[in-house]
Structure formats: C-alpha cells, structure tokens
C-alpha cells in the first residue's frame, strides 16, 4: 500500500505539478494557458473558463492537503484574479472561453464553467479566509442551483416537448459539488441536496437489469432508445461512483457503498477492450454504433477516475477485486498515458493505446484530473497503509 501512496505522491509533486508551474502561467494578462503541447510550448493562447476554474482549484487543494506552498497559492490567486475580472457576464454567469486578454469569445451556455468556478472559489476561500472568495463561491452555486432543471438556458438547442432529456453529468458534478463546498453550504441544506443527488444518480439513471448507469434519460427516468437514451459513458460513471462512495463513507451508509462498488465493477466488465485494453470512451447499452466517432479511444481522465474509482472502492470497503482492477489499470496507464521524458501525462490514445495528440493540455485537457487523481490515490493508499498498520498493532496486542 505504501508503495503505490509513494509513487503516485512523486509523480504529482516532481513530474505534474512543475510542469504546469513552468509552463502554464500568463504573466502577461493574467490566467493560464491550457493549450500545451509535448514539451509545455504554447500553442494556442485562448482560455477557456472551466479549465481556467480548475486549475485554481488544484492550486488552493494542493496548497490545503499537501503543504502550504505560497507559490501554489500565488499561482491559485493569479487564476481567480482573471476570472474575477473578465471570467464572467453582467448576469453572473461564467463565459465558455474568452481570448488571451480575457474578451469574451463563446457564452456562458455550458454549467460546468459555473460548476468548477464556484468549486475554485470556495477552496481559495477555505485557504484564506477571504470573503469576496466566499461571496463569489455561494453566488455561483446558487446559480447553478436556479439553472438545474435547464441548465443551457437561452443556449439550448434542443426542441422542447418531444424528446426531453436530463443529462447524468450534472447531478454527477453536484454530487462531489456539495461535499467540496461543505464548509461554505448549510448543513441542512447540504444533508438535502446530497439525498436528492444519491437518488437522481443511483435510481433516476441507474438500469437495474443492467447494472449500469445511463448518460441520458426521459425526463421520468425512464429509457429512452435512441442515440442518446442508449448510451454509456464509463469514465463519467466510475468518477461519479467515488463521489458517490465518498458520501455514503460520510452517512456510513455501507448499502449504498455496497452498490456505488458493484455499479463501478460493471461499468469496467462493460467499458474494457479485451482487445487492446483499456477503457472505451462511449459505448451503447443496446451493442449498437455509438454516434460518436471516438467512441473507441482511450483518455486520460477516464483511466484516472477509475483508477481512483478502484483506490476508494479498497479504501473503504478492501475488495480485492478492487485491487485487483486497481493493478490493472495502474500498468496500463501507467505505461500509455504518463510522459517520464518532459513530465504530465498524454491526453488521448487511439484504440491501440498510441499517442493520438502528442500534447499535454488543449480545449478539453488542462490542470486537473492528474493532479487531483493523483493527490486522491495518493491520500487512499496512505490511509490503507496506515490502517493496515493500527491492525497488525491490534492483532499483536491480541495475540
């Protein structure tokens, strides 16, 4: 157990984290770049909000759960400084992208930049106590709130009344949402939110005949058979599963730790290519043609989210079968994804496990699912160490 807790603690402070210290920073106007290619040279000067709202998140959590670094928190504040003055519109809402200078360039259609601000936000305000982080934080959670049930507002394209969809991503996001948040939400209305987000993620989307969760389905909750209503996004599944374990961890609830495990069990028997191996990005439910022509690629933050998916489940409940899959992954991704030669890790492999964009950040890939993976692997692994070592004290006490 020690040994996984040291290695995957290396990789996040000697190979992940300097790399987007060296290379990520705008010293010029204020924010990061994202778009970084093999060796951290930058290729594309657009910001793109959500990323931007990540990476101060990742600075503030490194700063909180692993050493007070005051260049971690300086290079959190320099990110929310830029999405304080140019992130967001008059209304409060958090832009898609805006170019170098912070002008806006795609509108606030997309939750999920509000989503990771007020997540950034409220851990900056948990490092320093500043209010106006807080203020930002709680403003932007209600927000998101207000917008649930439409959550694209005047920016959906979808034609009302025949074909209404819910989305699983964001019920997933508020699960984990609400926890990182805690110190900021009421309690009361944290312990709410919390029960309405289990039973939306394990019943509303949840295929009991097939043991397996849904991206998208009726507004009921029924089935839908259609492109949509059919598929299967394993990788938005088993990150959902260790928020999901995290909360029942908090009620000790240990049925729905039970079936947050099994779900993320299945979605791997499912999602994994017994071809080449690893996890498939899309699939559908029926064994149709996903719509998505990448269906068959392999990317990073899948293979991080269940691998910390696979930590957690062990954690908290020592499955084997979850280390198991746990050393499963960790060699595939290990060798596929991780670059020892000029640090981060490769977002996206073809199906053969090839490097398809010999890069390190873009639109979609910025500083947070490594690190944070990484940080949460790392913290699992050390708790079981220290577990197992309370045990053999106690078994030697007995004995």
């Not at 987007?20 to 290619?37: A, H, R, T, V």
């Not at 320099?78 to 992208?97: C, P, T, V």
């Not at 998208?216 to 598929?231: A, I, P, Q, T």
């Not at 708790?383 to 030697?396: A, E, G, M, V």
Request: aromatic share 14%; hydrophobic share 40%.
């Amino acid at each position: 157990m020690s040994g996984y807790s040291q290695l995957y603690r290396e990789d996040l402070l000697d190979n992940v984290l300097p790399f987007w210290m060296k290379y990520s920073k705008d010293n010029e106007y204020g924010g990061y770049y994202s778009c970084l290619d093999t060796q951290g040279k930058v290729y594309d000067t657009d910001k793109f909000i959500w990323l931007q709202a990540r990476q101060v998140y990742t600075f503030a959590k490194m700063y909180d759960e692993i050493a007070a670094d005051p260049d971690w928190l300086e290079m959190a504040q320099h990110g929310a400084s830029f999405l304080q003055e140019h992130g967001r519109d008059k209304w409060g809402q958090f832009y898609f992208s805006v170019n170098r200078r912070g002008k806006p360039l795609v509108q606030p259609y997309n939750i999920f930049s509000d989503c990771f601000a007020a997540m950034g936000f409220s851990m900056l305000n948990k490092v320093t106590n500043d209010n106006v982080y807080a203020q930002i934080a709680l403003t932007t959670f209600g927000n998101i709130v207000e917008r649930r049930d439409n959550p694209k507002g005047i920016y959906n394209k979808q034609y009302p009344g025949t074909r209404n969809l819910k989305n699983f991503a964001l019920p997933m996001i508020l699960s984990n949402l609400s926890l990182e948040m805690s110190h900021l939400i009421d309690e009361k209305a944290a312990k709410a939110l919390h029960s309405e987000v289990i039973r939306e993620v394990m019943e509303v989307f949840y295929q009991p005949e097939k043991g397996l969760i849904l991206e998208n389905v009726l507004e009921d909750g029924s089935f839908c058979d259609s492109f949509e209503g059919r598929l299967l996004n394993p990788g938005h599944v088993l990150e959902a599963m260790w928020f999901i374990m995290d909360l029942a961890h908090l009620k000790k609830d240990k049925v729905l730790m039970d079936k947050a495990v099994q779900i993320a069990f299945n979605t791997l028997d499912a999602g994994w290519d017994d071809k080449y191996e690893g996890i498939f990005y899309f699939l559908d439910i029926k064994g149709h043609p996903p719509q998505q022509l990448e269906w068959d690629q392999k990317l990073w933050w899948v293979h991080l989210e269940a691998l910390v998916c696979m930590a957690k489940a062990y954690q908290y409940t020592q499955n084997e079968f979850a280390l198991a899959w746990f050393d499963k992954l960790h060699a595939y991704s290990w060798e596929h994804f991780r670059d020892p030669l000029h640090g981060e890790w490769f977002g996206y492999l073809n199906r053969q496990g090839e490097v398809l964009l010999p890069m390190k950040g873009g639109k979609w890939k910025g500083c947070f699912h490594v690190p944070r993976a990484l940080l949460k692997i790392h913290q699992s692994f050390e708790q079981l160490s220290k577990f197992t070592q309370h045990k053999n004290i106690i078994d030697q006490k007995k004995a």
